[in-house]
């Protein structure tokens, strides 16, 4: 899904694909490096957050990712993701990871996977 799209929007046109087939798996590829953005979009449904700019690297784990039911961020929105989440929670440090709910914690642990350097094919 692109966020820029003509007719609808992205986030729009994730809503009604969503309202209309729940178990899709909707994965974003945007050039869009906005925190409000991807947090729209992955309030409305969308499983996977990827920037244009980190497609080389991250398309295909993300499509696999999703084709397995698994949630997918680059790590960049990973990033901002965690941070929101920590700031909402009211904490910094450490300890706060250990109420991250099971299923951010899962898209954390994919990201602390996929930072470890990777062999060129």
């Known amino acids: 899904m692109d966020l820029s799209l003509p ?8 809503r009604q694909i969503l309202q209309h087939a729940p178990g899709t798996e909707v994965l974003v590829l945007t050039m869009h490096h906005s925190e409000e953005l991807a947090r729209d979009v992955l309030q409305a449904g969308a499983r996977g957050y990827v920037l244009k700019r980190d497609a080389d690297a991250d398309l295909i784990a993300a499509v696999e990712s999703l084709r397995q039911h698994k949630p997918f961020l680059t790590s960049t929105v990973t990033e901002f993701v965690l941070d929101d989440y920590l ?9 706060a990871l250990a109420t991250v709910p099971p299923a951010r914690r899962e898209i954390i642990q994919l990201v602390a996977r996929r930072r470890a350097p990777r062999k060129r094919r």
Do not use: E
């Not at 007719?7 to 994730?14: E, H, Q, R, S």
């Not at 700031?87 to 300890?95: E, L, P």
């Open 87 to 95: 700031k909402r929670d009211g904490r910094r440090d450490d300890s």
């Open 7 to 14: 007719a609808l929007n992205g986030l729009d046109a994730t």
